[in-house]
């Protein structure tokens, strides 16, 4: 904050400001200017300043499914990738094993790895002749495969996966205010391990949770990949839905809507995020 | 009959030299022990092992008769003052302190007139609603006394708690902290590397010097009979000579050396005499009887305020002597003036040499 008001400061801000206004605010504008634009019968763009678009997608119901279903994956996966990040960021925020950095790298190493080429992991791990259903087969716990894939299922586990690294880079980030010598006090004040989780070490994480849970969040409705090749043709969301029409359809500006639509629905969702966490704080 | 006693409590971390070192150590009933020693002598070593937040390797603690040294922390009702404070950041002062309570399931109504009682005698009446963060360093550590006395700990264990606070605070601190300990009559353990912090506020002093334990008693018998030259050395300033002992007769820079008890080590010793018990004397007087002295040039004086610290170079080696700054005489030292040392034989200390 002193810095900003330290007036030479700003202009270290310069080059990043730079590049971020070529490469995304001044996209960002065409990509609005053209939700504007006309769709000929043919598929063709006319320049034009018409709202006929937006008008086209709000009468269009499939588009309010299609926002639920982005909701509900992506909350249910950023969910269960902060369930399962908690623990391993908790232990490897605290461990003073020489490993650490090592351990810290194997974590978040998923990030290394093309996108795609993790979903065609998850293919041959999740698929019918699966790592997973060949294991059920074979100790004789379902009689057939069980569909794991191309469902929202597999959608739903995939994308859990891609957020894991990116959730423990967030919570070890906010994992500053936790302290060993406060959960220590707590433990000698009569409080039990658990107690002291719940009473100490988990209000303390509250901001770390808060953080890892919004920018994944985030991440996960923006996923394309996943959905796209996990869902096999049977998962609509969002995401996918501009792709198909950008790319299949050629509908450009209905493709250009439904992305600031897109934007418009992230933003109202981080303020309202923003409000209920001052809220919490206070 | 003691209440906490350690015996041969030990702690040794991988393949390292001993933390602690077969640590035996009681504490009376209603005594106030300082465990005074420098950094990484294993002092707070042991108050967390009394704590139960570090393991033992070995031995074992008992309180009240009762041999806790397997206990959790969380079982073993003891009061315990975080040199950082620790205090839980996300409650209020009230919270911090019912915590103790909350987990122990006393009463709302019990919790409420105990917290208030314990705010009152760390003078924080009002304060209930103030978050950590809103107090000052003083403040804090008053919430951090109170939550750990509001629980009516067996004993009390401080940690370093003073150090972080500014000197003139300090010293309020130790004299508050030591009169609601008395006011209690509870058993305190004090891990200090203050040697003023040890003397001024304890019963005893108890001085560990890497890993074991190196004196315990009175802080008059640590700081007049140190039982050997660590110390001598940590307890205090003091001057070192360079002696030679043959029997019952000490000769330092050739010359005789009076000396109240006789050492009864051959060969080379450590001389040790503190500053304040040293005076400065003109060359030209006699010495008094029984009186030891050795002539050298002032080569320094420090002003300090009540006392004046005068560097004289003697035949000795360099030997620092203090005078208060009472009356207007000690004006006339002067740098480069021809003086003589004198002490008593019965503030001489001998030690054999250190070992390294």
Same mark, same amino acid.
């Given at each position: ?59 269009? @119901? ?34 003073? @094993? ?6 810290? /790298? ?81 433990? @000698? ?12 070490? =988990? ?11 919004? /920018?994944?969040? /985030? ?34 500006? =209905?493709?250009?809507?439904? @992305? ?23 | 009959? %003691? ?6 409590? %030990? ?17 009376? +009933? ?17 108050? +967390? ?20 040294? %397997? ?41 409420? %007139? ?55 605070? &300090?010293?309020?601190? &130790? ?6 300990? &008395? ?97 400065? +004397? ?10 030891? +002295?050795?002539?050298?040039?002032? !080569? $320094?004086?420090?002003?300090? !305020? ?10 000795? !080696? ?17 740098? !480069? ?18 070992? $390294?």
């Amino acid at each position: 904050m002193s810095l900003l008001r330290r007036p030479g400061m700003l202009w270290l801000a310069l080059p990043a400001t730079a590049v971020l206004l070529f490469t995304y605010v001044a996209p960002m504008f065409g990509l609005a200017r053209m939700s504007f634009n006309r769709t000929l019968p043919g598929g063709a763009m006319q320049p034009d300043w018409t709202l006929a678009t937006y008008a086209e997608m709000a009468a269009d @119901s499939f588009n309010l499914e299609l926002t639920l279903n982005s909701i509900q994956l992506s909350f249910t996966a950023t969910t269960f990738a902060l369930l399962l990040a908690y623990p391993v960021s908790l232990f490897l925020f605290r461990t003073e @094993s020489r490993f650490r950095s090592l351990l810290a /790298i194997i974590a978040i190493g998923p990030l290394l790895v093309n996108g795609v080429v993790r979903v065609f992991g998850w293919i041959a791990v999740l698929g019918d002749r699966g790592l997973v259903n060949s294991a059920l087969l074979a100790l004789g716990l379902v009689s057939e495969p069980v569909r794991l894939i191309y469902n929202w299922t597999g959608v739903t586990i995939g994308l859990t996966e891609s957020l894991l690294p990116y959730m423990v880079l967030a919570l070890l980030a906010g994992f500053g205010r936790l302290d060993r010598e406060v959960e220590a006090a707590a433990m @000698s004040l009569g409080a039990r391990p658990w107690r002291v989780f719940v009473r100490v070490t =988990l209000p303390l994480s509250l901001p770390a949770i808060v953080l890892g849970w919004l /920018i994944c969040f /985030i991440l996960a409705m923006s996923a394309f990949v996943t959905p796209k090749l996990l869902g096999g043709g049977r998962v609509f969301v969002l995401a996918t839905q501009v792709f198909e029409e950008a790319v299949d359809t050629v509908n450009w500006p =209905l493709a250009a809507a439904l @992305s600031v639509y897109m934007l418009v629905l992230l933003l109202l969702f981080l303020g309202a995020y923003g409000a209920l966490t001052r809220r919490v704080e206070r | 009959m %003691s209440h906490v006693r350690l015996d041969a409590l %030990s702690k040794v971390y991988g393949s390292n030299a001993p933390a602690v070192d077969d640590l035996t150590l009681t504490v009376e +009933r209603g005594e106030f022990l300082a465990l005074l020693g420098p950094s990484g002598c294993g002092k707070t070593t042991t108050l +967390r092992m009394i704590a139960g937040l570090v393991p033992p390797t070995g031995g074992t603690i008992t309180v009240g008769g009762a041999d806790v040294t %397997s206990l959790p922390p969380y079982r073993r009702n003891m009061g315990l003052v975080f040199q950082n404070y620790a205090l839980f950041p996300h409650m209020s002062v009230a919270d911090n302190i019912a915590f103790g309570l909350e987990m122990r399931n006393l009463p709302r109504s019990e919790q409420t %007139s105990r917290i208030a009682e314990a705010l009152a005698m760390v003078r924080l009446e009002g304060y209930e609603k103030r978050r950590p963060r809103e107090l000052s360093g003083g403040q804090q550590q008053r919430v951090a006394l109170a939550r750990a006395l509001v629980i009516r700990p067996d004993v009390l264990l401080l940690d370093e708690c003073l150090s972080n606070l500014d000197a003139k605070l &300090r010293e309020q601190m &130790r004299i508050e902290i030591r009169e609601i300990q &008395r006011r209690l009559g509870i058993t305190a353990i004090f891990v200090t590397h203050d040697q003023v912090e040890a003397l001024t506020m304890c019963d005893r002093v108890a001085l560990m010097d890497r890993g074991r334990l190196a004196q315990v008693g009175t802080p008059e018998d640590v700081y007049e009979r140190p039982a050997n030259r660590f110390v001598a050395n940590f307890v205090g300033r003091i001057n070192v000579m360079r002696g030679e002992a043959n029997g019952a007769s000490l000769a330092v820079a050739g010359a005789p050396v009076a000396v109240a008890n006789a050492p009864r080590t051959q060969g080379t010793v450590d001389v040790m005499v503190r500053p304040h018990r040293m005076t400065i +004397r003109p060359e030209d007087v006699a010495a008094a009887a029984g009186e030891n +002295r050795v002539s050298g040039t002032i !080569g $320094r004086i420090v002003y300090i !305020g009540d006392v004046i610290q005068v560097a004289v170079d003697t035949p000795a !080696g360099p030997l620092v002597a203090e005078r208060t700054t009472t009356g207007p005489d000690w004006h006339t030292l002067a740098v !480069g003036q021809r003086v003589a040392v004198a002490w008593s034989a019965a503030d001489t200390l001998v030690f054999p040499p250190e070992a $390294r």
